[in-house]
């Protein structure tokens, strides 16, 4: 990241808001700030997605197209749905602002492919295209790096309807999309992202309640598949109009560790299978046996000159990462008696961080290491206009203290960003999921900044010296 972009230790606002930050931090009794041994031009940031936070989903208003999001939720009409969500869309500057006030280094977010290609391909809706020039814009002018995700699970349906994910068609659009963004705003994004969590989006085909719905195991491997070979060629298109930009993919890993020492098998196949998939592929191209294996019980094809494509150079590599998991030795997860859990029953144990990134260095040639997402879902009252989540702000200090741990021990973790920058839909679980560091009413949709988000900005300012 270049210097420019940060936030300059000589900007008088920035001064006047971390030495009141660190007095009232101090009144307030939150938790202590702690000094870092990391890089001092470690990244700092939070994360988002377009259809979490835009809302502006209408045609005939926005000129936005149907994502797989909107089917998904007319078919459930129960559910949450993402039609105003924050209403990011009508408020971005305002939020680009509170971003600054909060001292991020960097922002990332998505862009919904279906408002710039309402249809997937072919026809741009140039007011969706003017909503991202303003979003960097205001990013860069403020001094925030944009880190850009192409996806984040909303594929256009007009996709969805040529097979979605299944279909290698669908792949070579998304390389067009990847292209189109590039070729708009890759002389001031630096940083490219792919994929949000490949794993997360085969779960919407084989059965893990996002969007498109599909439950169909069988198609585990082909998607998995499709969605490396859209990596593969998106980098190479990018890469062939921006040379000098940053380009990665960000990946949601989830280690997998053994109960004793009869699991360790069934713990590797577990990892193998979900995670390994990705890793393996990216980083020495070729998938493990057992993915292989499933891939010839289920017809899913590899075609010659895809892993060399799959396997270009990543620039870096982001990691999201909220929970661990325990297999006992039949391979079942179980639950770890006394755990501490969040809202979403995943079990909280940063030192598990530590361990997979160690391991991971151990195994892997790695680029480059983000930490693209962490929070945790907890319950948060605003009282007074203020919330105290000090359970956040522990779950936050503690996995950054994992990342550090993992630095010392020669990791090359060069950022870490928060999920989320604010409460959002959290996909079919609706808006009572709440990660955010900044709280939005849900009637109001006033943005407050959580205890654990003042923490937050007093480390970053203390980190940078200030
Ligand atoms: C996703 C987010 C999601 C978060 C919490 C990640 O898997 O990237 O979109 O809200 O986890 O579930």
Known sequence: MTKKHLILPTDPEFHALASSARRRSAKAGRLPVPTLKLPGDFVFGASTSAYQIEGAVDRAKYGRGPSIWEKYFDQRPHLDRGDVACDHYNRMAADVRMIKRMGLDAYRFSISWPR????????????????????????????????????????????????????????????????????????????????????????????????????????????????????GLAIQAMRAIEPANRYGIVLNLVPVEPLNEGSRVQAR????????????????GFYPDVVLDEAEATGAKIQAGDMALIC??????????????????????????????????????????????????GEYRLPP????????????????????????????????????????????????????????????LGFSKTFGIVHVDRRTLKRTVKDSGLWYRDLIAKHKGD
């Open 369 to 428: 290491i983000y930490i693209t997402e962490n929070g945790a879902a907890l319950d948060d009252a605003v009282k007074s206009g203020r919330v105290r989540d000090e359970h956040r702000t522990r779950y936050i200090r503690d996995h950054i203290k994992a990342i550090e741990a993992a630095y010392l021990k020669g990791v090359n973790v060069r950022g870490y960003f928060a999920w989320s920058l604010m409460d959002n839909l959290e996909w079919s």
């Open 269 to 284: 196949l577990h990892w193998q299978r979900n995670y390994a998939i990705y890793l393996d592929a990216l980083l020495k």
């Open 116 to 231: 710039i290609l309402p249809d997937g391909f072919g026809k741009v809706n140039e007011q969706g295209l003017a909503f991202y020039d303003r979003l960097i814009d205001e990013l860069l002018k403020h001094g925030i790096e944009p880190y850009l995700t192409l996806y984040h699970w909303d594929l256009p349906q007009a996709l969805e309807d040529l097979g979605g994910w299944q279909s290698r068609e669908v792949a070579k659009y998304f390389a067009d999309f990847a292209a189109l963004a590039v070729q708009r705003w890759g002389h001031k994004v630096k940083h490219w992202c792919t994929f949000n969590e490949p794993e997360v989006i085969v779960a919407g085909y084989i059965g893990g309640g996002l969007a498109p719905g599909m439950e169909n195991p069988a198609l585990r491997v082909k998607v998995a598949h499709n969605l490396m070979y859209a990596h």
């Open 312 to 361: 270009q150079k990543l620039d870096y590599l982001g990691i999201n990462w909220y929970l661990r998991h325990v297999v006992d030795e039949t391979g079942r997860v179980i639950d770890v008696p006394g755990a501490e859990k969040t809202q979403m029953g995943w079990e909280i144990c940063a030192p598990a961080l530590t361990r997979m990134l160690v391991a991971m260095h």
